[in-house]
């Protein structure tokens, strides 16, 4: 196999972004990249995506793409600081469209943001096949966590996105504008359809606390047998209990805000305003329960 395989791992947000590149002639593709935020101050730092950059440049790389699994909630992007670095083109699956209208309406973002994927370089199809070097990454479509998650196949090897976490943590929930936790179960056993030795690399590791180090990869087999959420055995129906009931108890993610209106426009942060100030927008009792009720 010439695909292989680096990862930066993001103790911050528990995100782990995988450079995946042809051995024989150097292209890259870098899958979900982090801009880092510091909500106190609202300070961007880019400190994950150089260790990227100098991953890229320790290999003597070319940047062909920059791939993203979904607009993570999560973590800001750092698609456009990449990109203009080190080049590449920034894509997404074309279902963007959906989880941008949405946030549009959220943010009452006006003419300037069109809803219509632009803002990316390609928007990717299901069953589409782009190529990294020689290396052909078909594109998996894994909806559930968001109406638009795809997982990109290189072989035997799989981006999962956020569908699957390690098995002693899970799966992703399902509760932000447009999930849906049948939609993501389905999408699972597609994955967990391939042959028990696929390798799996995830997108997250949130540990428990103390019992290991963060890990990001994973395989079918191990998923199948012990994934506390979807191992065999569990079926759709309590599945979709088990899921909507621990998404009820869990906190809105710190950096929705910030990191959503930064990502589904690829990357791109806010124009300036008159006094060269870039802002991001704080929608109040728009997101989350109210803790009154
Ligand atoms: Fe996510």
Request: aromatic share 6%; proline share 4%; net charge negative.
């Amino acid at each position: 196999m010439q695909a292989l395989i680096e990862t930066v791992f993001d103790t911050a947000t528990g995100t782990a972004t995988h450079v995946v590149y042809d051995r024989r002639n150097g292209y890259a593709a870098v899958i979900d990249p982090v801009l880092d935020y510091d909500a106190k101050a609202g300070r961007i730092r880019t400190t994950n995506a150089d260790r990227v950059l100098a991953l890229l440049a320790s290999h003597g790389l070319t940047l062909q793409w920059i791939l993203e699994t979904h607009a993570h909630a999560d973590h800001l992007s750092a698609a456009q600081y990449l990109k203009q670095q080190a080049g590449g083109r920034v894509a997404i699956g074309e279902n963007i469209l959906a989880v941008q209208q949405t946030f549009k309406r959220l943010f009452n973002l006006g003419d300037d943001f069109n809803p219509d994927g632009t803002q990316f370089d390609q928007l990717l199809a299901a069953d589409e096949v782009i190529t990294i070097g020689e290396l052909h990454a078909e594109v998996l479509a894994v909806p559930g966590h968001t109406a638009a998650d795809i997982a990109f196949q290189i072989g035997d090897i799989v981006f999962v996105g956020d569908t699957l976490f390690m098995p002693d943590v899970g799966t992703a929930r399902c509760d932000f504008p447009g999930g849906d936790a049948r939609v993501l179960y389905q999408s699972i056993r597609k994955l967990l359809d391939l042959p028990a030795e696929t390798r799996l690399l995830l997108c997250h590791d949130y540990p428990p606390a103390q019992q290991r180090a963060p890990v990001w990869e994973s395989t079918v087999g191990a998923q199948r047998a012990a994934n506390i959420h979807v191992r065999d055995g569990i079926g759709e129906d309590e599945f979709v209990a088990m899921r909507n009931q621990r998404d009820m108890t869990l906190d809105v993610p710190l950096l929705i805000l910030p990191a959503v209106q930064v990502n589904i426009r690829a990357g791109s942060l806010p124009q300036a305003e008159s006094n060269g100030v870039q802002y991001l927008k704080i929608p109040l009792n728009a997101l989350g329960r109210s803790r009154a009720g």
